[in-house]
Each structure stands twice: as structure tokens, then as C-alpha cells.
């Protein structure tokens, strides 16, 4: 594998060329990362897909949601007081197969997209006599969406993605039943 510099408009860019063994043809490869930089090892040590050309655009805010797994439950028969209460540790969720510079995306987003949050459960909700309640508490989430672009080409940022999807733990939503 060789690597060269190529400077355009002051800007230097990295470039590798992959000789295919056995094939006739040579493929241009995009680097994951410049040299050096250690942002893009942290982030694959955690499993996510991380590409340093890949960046987030045309930031919004969106909608806050409550998540579908259940993070804490508590059920029995009335009368009695169903209680909650508990400290989750719960990360940032992201559209599925995203890949892109998350340091980026962190100044993008306003957080650490790799970080785990600290989120309390805490609530209670009392159960009539001769019912069965369930009090369910899911993670509540605040979103962002963005477009993703490659900005290899100085020149030219190509789309790659649009309307991806970050989101981060903010607190919870119950969600209570009675029979």
C-alpha cells in the first residue's frame, strides 16, 4: 500500500492507493483518518463505525420521544403504592449503520455522543383496591437530525446520508396499567 500528500488550496489531504493482488486495476481508497489522530481508535474501541470524512450538516432540533424497552417495572395488587427507584446508566442512540466523525458530530449535536448519561427513575403510582397495576418507566429522549456529507473534496462535500438521527437520554416516561 503507498501513500502520498496532496496539497490543494493549502489544504493537505492524505490519499492511499490499494494495488488489488492478482487484479488488473487499481482501487483509490478514502483514509479512515490523518495520521495521528486518536479520536477515530476510541470511538471503534467502543463498536461504533467511525469515518473522519464523513461530517454533519444542517443541524435541527427535533422532537423529544420515549424509548420502547422498559428500564425499570413494578407491579402488584392493590391497595398499595407502586414505586420506582433507581439510577441507569443509558447512552446516545443513532440512526442505524451511521458512519461519521463523532467528534464532529458531538459540537454538532451540543454532546458527547459517545458518553454514557447517568438518569434517575424515580416515581410512584398507587394501586385501587382489587386491581393489578404495572408501572412501567421507559428512557425519555431529545433529538437532533442531520444530514451527512463526505468533505474529502475540499471542493465539493458530497451527500452521503440525510435525516440521520442522534438522540440523547434526558429522563423518563411511565406508562401505567391497571386490572
Not at 500500500?1 to 478514502?30: N, Y
Not at 470511538?43 to 428500564?71: E, F, N
Not at 420506582?84 to 454538532?108: H, Q, V
Not at 382489587?130 to 473534496?153: E, H, I, P
Amino acid at each position: 500500500m503507498k501513500t502520498q500528500i496532496i496539497q490543494r488550496g493549502g489544504v493537505i489531504l492524505a490519499a492511499m492507493t490499494a494495488c488489488l493482488a492478482g487484479a488488473s486495476s487499481t482501487a483509490q481508497a478514502v483514509p479512515d483518518a490523518p495520521v495521528g489522530h486518536s479520536r477515530a481508535s476510541e470511538v471503534q474501541a467502543a463498536g461504533l463505525s467511525y469515518s473522519y470524512w464523513y461530517r454533519p450538516k444542517h443541524v435541527k432540533s427535533i422532537g423529544g420521544k420515549c424509548g420502547k424497552k422498559v428500564i425499570a417495572e413494578a407491579s402488584g395488587r392493590g391497595p398499595m403504592t407502586l414505586r420506582i427507584d433507581e439510577t441507569r446508566s443509558l447512552s446516545s442512540t443513532f440512526s442505524k449503520s451511521l458512519s461519521i466523525n463523532y467528534k464532529a458530530l458531538t459540537a454538532a449535536v451540543g454532546w458527547d455522543v459517545t458518553k454514557s448519561r447517568s438518569i434517575t427513575v424515580s416515581g410512584s403510582k398507587e394501586v385501587p383496591r382489587g386491581k393489578y397495576g404495572v408501572l412501567k418507566a421507559y428512557t425519555r429522549y431529545s433529538g437532533k437530525m442531520f444530514d451527512v456529507y463526505n468533505v474529502y473534496n475540499p471542493y465539493k462535500h458530497k451527500l452521503v446520508a440525510k435525516n440521520k438521527k442522534a438522540y440523547k437520554p434526558i429522563g423518563v416516561c411511565y406508562k401505567f396499567t391497571k386490572s
